[in-house]
């Protein structure tokens, strides 16, 4: 198993490309189910993720071809098995995101049930009521969510009493192939459902109140295949941003978004950030001023997100002052401070809490990481640190960080993969 070696060094300095977003290329993938023709996916970022993704697709006959700079090339009308196996499922989570798609296009789909993961229990319950709702019959036999639909799903009112990403994806990829109109209540905001809707409206789909809470969908009998390009990675470009003001460096970000990560570009400018910004690029400038602590709180977009909250937790640890950072969207994702406390990080937990009183310098120690954005909070805690830190089980990096090695030394930072 793979480690990444962190040598601690001085401030990041460089210029980078930001990928394609891997919350959006999912669901994107996922989305061509719907197509009758032929789709073109392009911006698509090389993951290990969006790998799963598409051999899961693979698997289930759909027509796959790999062009240049990854742009994928996908016929659903090929599609000869209705099952997502659990051996894919299980190590993608997001797989789930087939079951809409699948149900309101070729009404029936078998998918594995998603287990939970490091960072909380993960419930699909909200994606099972809606697709109920739309007039699914749904059982869970032997670890697989049986579902059927007879004709086409019928469109519904739907209140999803959590804010959920996958939830409201899900349901909108079923919604837009029923019969008649769905509306969504408190459905997520996210830029990555924003993306979604997009590429389906570019599909032929009808939906209203795209990026609000409020999605009106009129059912079509057809999708058609078009090209589409995934938008920018805003955690990753968030992620590379905190790398260069943890470490009291500069950096500046190509082919990402400012209007997509407000909340974040706030948190930095209260640590002392001079951000600056053009088309399609992002500059961070700490001037080699170390951070100020900046206190936070997760919740659904617009507000903080919580794929951003390790980050920020590593550099409140080497900050300036005393924060506290609360977790409100899963149950278990503040257990990285746990390593960083080995690196001699000052960070107390109170519930879905913690306190955190920055140091001037951690130390290197070997560490393990736990899930993806975990991961890249003890790769910037190593950038950050005196002597070399090794992270063991950084699959889950791989999972969500392309050519991270590449993009880190672009910076200066020092990292190399061992093989062990
Ligand atoms: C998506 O996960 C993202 N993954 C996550 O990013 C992200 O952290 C999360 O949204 C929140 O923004 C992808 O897009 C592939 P949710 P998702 O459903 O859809 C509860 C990363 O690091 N809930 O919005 O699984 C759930 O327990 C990953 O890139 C229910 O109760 O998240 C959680 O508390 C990690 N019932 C809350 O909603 C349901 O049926 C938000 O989860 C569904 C969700």
């Not at 023709?37 to 697709?57: E, K, Q, R």
């Not at 579902?147 to 799903?153: E, F, M, T, Y």
């Not at 951000?275 to 206190?295: C, F, H, Q, T």
Request: glycine residues 10%.
């Amino acid at each position: 198993m793979d480690k990444l070696l962190i040598g601690g060094g001085g401030p990041l300095d460089g210029e980078i490309r930001i990928s394609g977003a891997k919350n959006s290329a999912l669901p994107i993938l996922a989305c061509t189910l719907l197509a009758d023709g032929p789709m073109s996916i392009g911006n698509m970022p090389h993951l290990n993720d969006v790998t799963t993704m598409l051999a899961l697709l693979r698997c289930m006959g759909v027509g796959i071809t790999i062009g240049e700079k990854m742009c994928v090339e996908i016929d659903a009308n090929a599609l000869t098995e209705l099952t997502a196996p659990y051996e894919l499922v299980r190590t993608m989570r997001a797989s789930i995101l087939v079951l809409g798609p699948m149900l309101a296009r070729f009404g029936e789909a078998n998918v594995s049930f998603p287990g939970g993961c490091a960072i909380g229990s993960r419930p699909v319950d909200i994606h099972l009521r809606g697709l109920e709702a739309m007039g699914a019959t749904i059982e869970v036999d032997e670890g697989y969510i049986r579902a059927k639909s007879d004709g086409r799903l019928k469109g519904a009112h739907i209140f999803m009493d959590v804010v959920t990403v996958g939830g409201t994806e899900n349901l909108v990829m079923a919604a837009v192939l029923a019969e008649g109109q769905t509306i969504l209540e408190n459905a997520a905001r996210e830029p990555e459902v924003v993306d979604l809707c997009q590429c389906m409206v570019a599909m032929g789909a009808k939906i209203e109140g795209i990026g609000t809470s409020t999605l009106v969908v009129t059912g079509v009998e057809k999708l058609i295949g078009c090209h589409y390009d995934v938008m920018p990675d805003r955690i990753e470009t968030g992620t590379y941003l905190v790398a260069a003001a943890a470490t009291r460096g500069r950096v500046r970000l190509k082919d990402t978004r400012a209007d997509i990560l407000e909340a974040v570009l706030l948190k930095l400018e209260e640590a002392g950030a001079e951000l600056s910004y053009g088309e399609g690029w992002i500059e961070l400038d700490m001037k080699g001023k170390r951070p100020k602590a900046v206190n936070l709180r997760t919740a659904p977009y617009p507000a903080f997100p919580t794929d951003m909250q390790a980050q920020f937790t590593a550099m409140n640890a080497v900050a300036e002052g005393t924060a506290t950072v609360v977790e409100t969207i899963f149950e278990n994702r503040l257990i990285q401070i746990h390593e960083l406390n080995r690196m001699g990080a000052q960070i107390t937990l109170e519930g879905n809490t913690a306190i955190i009183t920055g140091v001037e310098r951690l130390n290197a120690a070997p560490v393990m990481a736990t899930d993806l954005r975990a991961s890249a909070s003890l790769v910037i805690a190593g950038l950050c640190a005196n002597g070399d830190t090794l992270i063991d089980r950084i699959y889950h990096i791989d999972r969500g960080y392309e050519c991270i090695e590449e993009k880190v030394q672009l910076l200066g930072g020092t990292i190399r993969r061992i093989a062990v």
